[in-house]
Structure formats: C-alpha cells, structure tokens
T-cell receptor, first 109, second 115 residues
Framework: DAKTTQPPSMDCAEGRAANLPCNHS???????VYWYRQIHSQGPQYIIH???NNETNEMASLIITEDRKSSTLILPHATLRDTAVYYC??????????FGSGTRLLVRP | GAVVSQHPSWVICKSGTSVKIECRSL??????MFWYRQFPKQSLMLMAT?????????EQGVEKDKFLINHASLTLSTLTVTSAHPEDSSFYIC???????????FGSGTQLSVL
C-alpha cells in the first residue's frame, strides 16, 4: 500500500505552471496513483490518476517516474481558483483511498 | 462525471441528539461507499466502508455503535451520529466509486456542529 509524502505548502504565480511533487516509494506494482484537491469546506475533487504512463486531461498532467516511487502533478497555467489542498494518494489492498496530509497550494495574483 | 449528493450541507444539533446524513449516487449504482471525517486544518480520515446489503466495515478506533451506517440500496448510504457530543463536531464526507479500484467521487460534505 502506498504511503505518500508531500510538501506541506507551495505557492506559485497566477498563469505559471504549478508542479506538485509526491513521493510514494511503497507503492505496489498494480496500485494506481490518484490526485485529488480540496477547496475549503468542500468535498475532494478528482483530478487525475495513473499507473505507469504519464497522463494528461483537461485539468492537469501527471508525470510518474519510471520506478513509480514518485510523481508530479502539473497544473500548466495556474489560476486563483486552483488554490486548494492537493492530495496524492493510492488505494490500499481493500480499495480504500487513504489520504495523507497533502500540499496546500497558494496561487498568487 | 458521476455525481454524489450529500445532505444536509450543514446541521446544528443539541448534545445528546442523533443526526442522520444521507449520501446518494445520482447517476450510478454504488455497491460500496466510504465515509470520512475531517477536523479543521487536518486531512480526511476514513471512518468506515459502507457495503450495500451487508454490515459496514469500520476503521480502527471508530465506534460502530456511535456512527451507524446503513446502505439499504445501491444509491443510498446513511450515516447516523447517535447521541452526538461537541467532540463529534466535524466535517463528514461520503464518497462512492463506479467499481472496484475505480476513482472515487465525493459528496460536498456535511458540517456538523453539536452544541
């Protein structure tokens, strides 16, 4: 089961790319990496997930290292509305999502 | 994407009363739903796994008699906080997935305040 480690906080300028790292060195071979974000007082919002290959969708890109021990979530053009807590997580063997402490991203005007 | 509806959004109750929170999957069937709680400035903590037609599975340290979970249909799970006390005040969030090892969709959460 993946235990994840993320920096507690980061900031970036509006319009610039935000790169959020995550270490998940204990991830198993068939365990997906999921990214969610939570804006204050709301439920988490799904962003993206991946297994081995890099992934991209309308919200973000996910870069997973070849050894799968870490990944980076990229928000290509951060906006003020991207200010949130970002969680990198994986499903445990019972298919439960266990959340770590996440990264609090502040997008500056 | 799939929608999970949670109701109510917030509730204030007196100490000793019970509060029921509903979680509905609006456009899909969910055999499994999950309940989380979150204290201010902390991460989400998984409380229990709700299984349709069977008993819920509780995480270590979560009192099953305190937090009653019922998953009577494929689209509805309820969490009842019984005999609520001020320390039960928290943000409760439910989630559901389209299937095993599928991404979770979350409700908007319920802020419970016990006076």
């Amino acid at each position: 089961d993946a235990k994840t480690t993320q920096p507690p906080s980061m900031d970036c300028a509006e319009g610039r790319a935000a790169n959020l790292p995550c270490n998940h060195s204990t991830i198993s071979g068939n365990e997906y990496v999921y990214w969610y974000r939570q804006i204050h007082s709301q439920g988490p919002q799904y962003i993206i997930h991946g297994l081995k290959n890099n992934e991209t969708n309308e919200m973000a890109s996910l870069i997973i290292t070849e050894d799968r021990k870490s990944s980076t979530l990229i928000l290509p053009h951060a906006t003020l509305r991207d200010t949130a807590v970002y969680y990198c997580t994986g499903m445990d063997s019972s298919y439960k999502l266990i959340f770590g402490s996440g990264t609090r991203l502040l997008v500056r005007p | 994407g799939a929608v999970v509806s949670q109701h109510p959004s917030w509730v204030i109750c007196k100490s000793g009363t019970s509060v029921k929170i509903e979680c509905r999957s609006l456009d899909f069937q969910a055999t499994t739903m999950f309940w989380y709680r979150q204290f201010p400035k902390q991460s989400l903590m998984l409380m229990a796994t709700s299984n349709e037609g069977s008993k819920a599975t509780y995480e270590q340290g979560v009192e099953k008699d305190k937090f009653l979970i019922n998953h009577a249909s494929l689209t509805l799970s309820t969490l009842t906080v019984t005999s609520a006390h001020p320390e039960d005040s928290s943000f409760y969030i439910c989630s559901a997935s389209l299937g095993t090892n599928e991404k979770l969709f979350f409700g908007s959460g319920t802020q419970l305040s016990v006076l």
